[in-house]
């Protein structure tokens, strides 16, 4: 009798939690999107939570793989063409079917959305978009394209009956915000809210959640005391310095993840004269060392990469040899991270011909990356041992920034040597290479973030090669070896670590960690 | 009367133009908006076309220009973040912050008061010196730090009230507001008294100062020789002279409640306006941070006018007229 009491109720107590936990969700989240218009602002928030709502024609899956979304296949039919097949039976959330017109007009609109401060024609030109049958596209480019899926995994399929001639006003105001995707859009209201209910008629099944409310609390502290409350079920960006803590506390489950972002050093390797590279005395030099792939080595050497893991990032990072962790498309296994080795730097820098040394002032953000200006810190503490006296200016991002990328003379980069970090939205190391390591170009689009201005023509070439060649394999080996050239030979950049990432649940809930820092109620796991 | 309104209105025209001009300059000098909007991935070209759909790419004097034009029409640009008019998305948090300040001063002046008074007539009493002792408290401790002890302590570990945001809202006059109903109001509490703390110990010294200086006054001695009762003497004589101070600080410190809610907002998650400039601060949105310190320059010559007319009321002896300084 008393076991069967027990047994009652405990699957009594097991039927309300699990009723009550797949009711709804609650997510205490540091960035707020800016617009519910998905092609408005290209912007990592945004891209993320309207994930949501409307849906790609291929998606990312937790750890950036490409996987059948709202196409089922994709493939080149010629060097200049690929069709998509579009999946059947899919429904707007207003009961529309979904159809080749809607991608179409998708394409068409995400290209020009009046005042859109970062757009998606990134992604989308050069690319003309053609209505085969209702679950066909071809999509065409004047020259072979390999990136064509890696880049339609960006863009957001809106509804042509309920978007027409909308403006990204009537997406916020809910409107015009018909997607496919597992939850409905049901407010916004700015620094607040925002709230989804679950689409009971979504094409991958039922969604967990009834309804889905995100809390913007940009505070860290709040968002913590938020989490230990009880007030959400969920946060994203769980301060490094209070995981310790929160392991220890029953209330909360941690799940932690590795991101896309790489945190590196760009040296500037263009000007003679650099700004910030000074002898030891803090003079200005005529020669500037940072362009000797032998001290650039050497620097990489100084720096202890497990300790500042270990120290500054309280464990929480991996430390990095390259752009792209292993899981991603053209990792190399040839390169892995720089060995801590002050006797072989030293005996380089000797080599180098700057045995006596020089000055450095180590430039970087202080509120962009997860413990940036405690980072800069270390490396000039790290360096200025070696025998490279360094100096240490941190500033908030919206001050750094420009001035990094073109607060010299003529437009050109300010600083001498910096830290910054780079997150492969695309899940693939041609984005990085291109944009951080490529000869500087702007008519080609070459080098567009290479604020060390690294050049090489050979590694130039090998990238242009890869973004030409649509099979898989022969890119990736393409890629493979214009890192190899771009990082292992040339030194180009000094990759330090990538982030590792953590979010806060309750327990009975698990948090499948995304490579893209993505925080999506659909990626939330209930546990026994 | 009319005149002196008139007349401050009309210099406030210019003050809030010379505003326009330092902040705009201001704002024009850190950093470039686009590096903050623009998805990494972008290459040169698109960096280009985002510049010039925001039009930065035009000389300052030139969106200067254009900016003084337009907002005499009543349009101070719109948001680069938010695509909407920099007006409505202030004005659209404005109740929050509105209210929260209100709430503030609201604690601050039916708490401040009798304490201070009440320190005021008993000076050497253990009461009298633990209200001067706290006021001292409230006046050093940081706010934001006081914030995030009182969500650690009301809502981590006792667990009664809620960590942050505004909770449900009810419609009142044609406003959301919070102070409507117990729910709205559990949220409400913790901000406004963080919020208030700084200025409730401000009313407590001035009330203090106040009562202590007016006890001894020929009119109060005389009102009790009178045999006036002492809850009138108190209520009536006493009260009545302290106000002119604590009118006049509360009136200058109001607009200050609104610019310190910018920690305070930010802490409890407050959807105000405070939360909304320290974002955009963050991500450059030019229009936005101007457009909200005009208004904050509006509200400042409304305050003190304001300020200036409840004087000749508390005060027949003043008289509104220009002050020629």
């Known amino acids: 009798m008393r076991k069967t009491f027990s047994a009652l109720v405990a699957g009594a107590a097991l039927l309300i939690a699990a009723g009550a936990s797949a009711q709804e969700i609650r997510i205490g989240i540091a960035q707020e999107p800016s617009s519910i218009d998905p092609h408005y602002h290209n912007l990592g928030p945004n891209n993320g939570f309207l994930s949501h709502i409307y849906e790609r024609l291929i998606q990312q899956d937790s750890k950036q793989r490409l996987k059948p979304a709202l196409a089922v296949s994709w493939k080149p039919i010629s060097e200049t063409v690929w069709e998509f097949k579009l999946r059947k039976g899919v429904k707007w959330h207003d009961g529309s079917p979904f159809t080749a017109d809607d991608v179409v007009f998708t394409a068409e609109r995400a290209v020009n959305v009046p005042n859109s401060p970062s757009s998606f024609g990134t992604y989308l030109k050069g690319k003309t978009f053609k209505k085969i049958d209702d679950y066909t596209v071809h999509v065409s480019t004047p020259n072979p394209y390999p990136l064509m899926a890696t880049e339609m995994s960006t863009i957001l399929i809106i509804s042509k009956k309920a978007a027409e001639g909308a403006q990204t006003k009537d997406f916020n105001l809910g409107k015009a915000a018909i997607g496919t995707g597992p939850y409905k859009f049901v407010k916004w209201q700015k620094g607040d809210i925002v709230e989804f209910a679950r689409n009971d008629d979504y094409w991958g099944g039922k969604p967990k959640w009834g309804r889905v409310i995100l809390k913007p609390i940009s505070s860290a502290p709040t968002r913590v005391a938020a989490m230990l409350a009880g007030d959400v079920d969920m946060i994203d960006g769980v301060p490094t310095a209070d995981i310790e803590t929160l392991k220890k506390n029953s209330k909360v489950k941690l799940s932690q993840g590795i991101s896309n972002r790489v945190i590196y050093l760009h040296m500037d390797q263009n000007r003679d004269k650099s700004p910030f590279v000074t002898d030891k005395d803090g003079n200005p030099m005529d020669k500037n060392p940072l362009k000797d792939v032998r001290v650039r080595k050497a620097i990489s050497m100084m720096i202890n990469r497990p300790a500042i893991v270990e120290r500054v990032m309280e464990g929480v990072a991996i430390p990095a040899g390259q752009l792209v962790s292993k899981t991603f498309f053209g990792h190399t296994p040839n390169l892995n991270p720089e060995k801590h080795d002050p006797a072989a730097a030293k005996k380089l820098l000797k080599e180098a011909g700057w045995g006596g040394g020089f000055g450095l002032t180590i430039h970087g953000p202080n509120n962009r990356y997860i413990n940036d200006a405690k980072i800069c810190e270390a490396i000039a503490q790290m360096l200025t041992r070696g025998g490279i006296p360094t100096k240490v200016v941190t500033m908030p991002k919206n001050v750094y920034f420009k001035r990094a990328s073109r607060g010299g003379p003529d437009k050109s980069p300010e600083f001498s040597f910096i830290l910054v970090g780079w997150g492969s939205g695309t899940g693939e190391a041609s984005s990085p290479l291109k944009s951080l390591l490529t000869t500087y170009d702007k008519s080609k689009g070459h080098g567009a973030s290479n604020r060390g201005r690294h050049s090489n023509p050979k590694m130039d070439a090998l990238v242009v090669k890869a973004l030409a060649t649509v099979d898989d394999e022969k890119r990736r080996a393409l890629l493979q070896s214009a890192t190899e050239v771009g990082i292992g030979e040339d030194q180009g950049i000094i990759p330090l670590h990538y982030q590792v990432n953590t979010w806060a649940t309750r327990p009975g809930l698990r948090y499948d960690a995304r490579t893209d820092e993505r925080t999506l109620a659909m990626d939330i796991q209930i546990v026994k | 009367m009319s005149v002196f309104i008139i007349r401050r209105l009309l210099q406030s025209v210019v003050v809030i133009w010379v505003m326009s001009l330092l902040v705009f300059g201001g704002v024009y000098l850190i950093g470039d908006p686009i590096d903050m909007l623009i998805n990494p991935e972008a290459d040169q070209e698109d960096i280009d076309a985002a510049i010039r759909a925001l039009g930065l790419d035009k000389p300052i004097t030139e969106q200067y ?183 006049t600080i509360l009136g200058l410190e109001f607009g200050s409640v609104i610019a310190f809610a910018v920690v305070t907002e930010t802490v409890f998650a407050w959807p105000g306006m405070g939360k909304l400039i320290i974002e955009s601060i963050d991500q450059l949105d030019r229009p936005v941070i101007v457009a909200y310190l005009m208004i904050i320059v509006f509200m400042f010559i409304v305050i003190n006018l304001v300020v200036d007319i409840l004087y000749s009321v508390l005060d027949p002896r003043v008289r509104l007229q220009d002050v020629k300084a």
């Open chain 2, 65 to 247: 220009w254009f900016f003084l034009i337009n907002a005499v029409k009543g349009d101070l640009g719109s948001s680069f973040i938010f695509n909407e008019p920099a007006l409505q998305l202030i004005l659209a948090r404005m109740p929050a912050t509105m209210e929260l300040a209100f709430a503030a001063l609201f604690l601050s002046i039916v708490l401040g008061i009798p304490l201070g008074m009440w320190a005021g007539l008993h000076p050497n009493s253990l009461s009298g010196r633990s209200i001067m002792t706290g006021s001292i408290l409230g006046f050093s401790l940081p706010s934001f730090w006081v914030g995030i002890m009182f969500i650690m302590f009301f809502a981590v570990v006792l667990g009664v009230l809620p960590s942050g945001g505004r909770g449900e809202t009810t419609e009142f006059l044609g406003l959301q507001v919070s102070f409507l109903s117990w729910k709205g109001l559990s949220y409400i509490l913790l901000p406004a008294i963080n919020l208030a703390l700084f200025k409730l110990s401000l009313v407590i010294r001035l009330s203090r100062a106040g009562t202590q200086e007016v006890i001894h006054q020929d009119y109060i001695k005389f009102a009790r020789a009178k045999g006036i009762s002492e809850k009138r003497v108190i209520l009536v004589h006493v009260l009545k002279n302290i106000m002119i101070p604590v009118v």
